[in-house]
């Protein structure tokens, strides 16, 4: 299904007039604080942010999964989902793939699809968490750390098998996460374990093209409940070091602790020249892969001043690559997504009004009052006006979700696909 453009300007001229009323109260309290708004506009509509190919189906939990109707049953269809989803938020345009379940025997196919739907194809994801129809070794036991040989040459082997694939497609990374770990103590030999992991990273390394870049991502716990090999950031940091330049941290809002200080390790490992990756989504307990924005809006906001300070100030670390990596239990996954692109923009678009210089002064000073009243001020602000203004310029909707649920997208895709159609993924 493709939208008519016609029909997005259309919707869109309904509302232009109040658009028009609340972005020129913003534009000029804005000017006002000598904010230079085009600027804003340009960097809102700049934004673009992958959608992983698996969170286009109804998200599942180990208890079940509930039918949701019109889902994408190949990856074509799952392309086109995206597509729908960039047509109208304008920030979408970038495809993140994982293997096997996105496994098809034409590349050249799905090239050409992604090109008319102007969409490109960002990391490729390996997948060593769950065995395949017709593996010969089990994962069981994990997969780059596993102690025997043969599993861990498996386990590589896929790895290089994606980057392949990826280059026939025009990716450039390669994101890993790696799901061994151990569930019991003394199960594991944690040092030999790490050890091994090292050793097949390298591997899979030595096979990555030269404008490639591999992403390490982490995580604490799950699926394995005492010890996972890479646990946490520093591990991740550590590893991505000994690798080389091409090797990265990935962060993944939900793959830490409660209460972790993600804006600080934001910083550190932009100081480090390291983060590479960074996947959002959001989280009350653990990694509940809850839709950005949805719990702590503030924390991502805080988060995004550490990335726009590090985008600013530490040219050799690379511009992050931004993935939403969430799951949608009880929604509809398109509009899930709508939801979590405007709470990631209006978190960026809010940081970006943090007077940096104002602020430097104020530490400088001890001013801790003033610090505060300086970030405060830019989160208490509703940006929400020029995300609008920044879309409609582009071709998108003004108000995405409306237009979404206006033109019954969903009923449609239920029509054409049918009630019973299924996702590959989680
Ligand atoms: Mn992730």
Do not use: C
């Not at 994801?125 to 780059?144: A, E, M, P, R, V």
């Not at 040092?191 to 604490?220: C, G, M, N, V």
């Not at 590090?310 to 931004?322: F, S, V």
């Not at 006006?385 to 003004?398: D, F, T």
């Amino acid at each position: 299904m493709r939208i008519n453009p016609d029909q997005i300007n259309e919707i869109n001229r309904s509302s232009a007039e109040v658009l028009e009323q609340s972005y020129s109260q913003l534009a000029d309290q804005l000017d006002r604080k000598n904010i230079d708004v085009d600027k804003l506009l340009h960097k809102l509509g700049d934004f673009q942010v992958a959608i992983p190919s698996w969170a286009l189906g109804q998200g599942g939990t180990r208890f079940g999964r509930f039918k949701l109707g019109g889902e994408p049953s190949n990856l074509i269809e799952k392309l086109e989902d995206i597509g729908l989803l960039h047509q109208l938020t304008q920030s979408a345009n970038m495809v993140s793939l994982h293997f096997p379940w996105d496994s098809v025997l034409d590349y050249q196919e799905v090239k050409a699809k992604a090109s008319e739907l102007h969409l490109k194809f960002d990391a490729v994801n390996s997948n060593t968490f769950q065995d395949q129809i017709g593996q010969s070794h089990s994962y069981k036991f994990g997969s780059l750390s596993h102690r025997d040989k043969s599993v861990r040459a498996q386990a590589i082997a896929h790895n290089i098998e994606v980057i392949e694939t990826g280059d026939k497609l025009g990716s450039k990374s390669l994101t890993i996460w790696l799901a061994d770990g151990s569930n019991f103590p003394a199960q594991h030999n944690f040092q030999q374990a790490l050890e091994r992991t090292t050793a097949s990273l390298e591997h899979i390394y030595q096979k990555l093209p030269e404008d490639w870049k591999l992403f390490i991502e982490y995580k604490p716990y799950e699926p394995n409940f005492y010890s996972m090999v890479i646990q946490d950031w520093g591990t991740s940091f550590m590893l991505a070091n000994h690798l080389g330049d091409k090797a990265y941290t990935l962060v993944d809002l939900g793959h830490h602790l409660p209460n972790t200080n993600i804006e600080q390790i934001v910083a550190t490992l932009m100081n480090q020249n390291k983060l590479g990756g960074f996947h959002f989504n959001d989280s009350k307990y653990g990694d509940d892969d809850l839709s950005v924005g949805s719990i702590k809006p503030y924390a991502l906001f805080l988060i995004f001043i550490e990335l726009i300070y590090g985008i600013e100030n530490n040219k050799a670390n690379p511009y992050p690559a931004w993935m939403i990596d969430a799951s949608h239990n009880t929604k509809d996954p398109l509009e899930d997504l709508i939801q979590s692109i405007e709470a990631i923009k209006i978190a960026y678009a809010k940081a970006l009004l943090v007077d940096q210089k104002a602020l430097a002064q104020a530490q400088e000073e001890n001013d801790v009052v003033l610090a505060q009243e300086l970030i405060q001020d830019a989160f208490l602000t509703d940006v929400r006006p020029l995300l609008q203004k920044s879309r409609v310029k582009k071709g998108g909707a003004l108000n995405p979700l409306g237009m979404y649920r206006q033109l019954s997208v969903r009923q449609h895709l239920i029509d054409t696909r049918g009630s019973g159609s299924t996702a590959t993924g989680l």
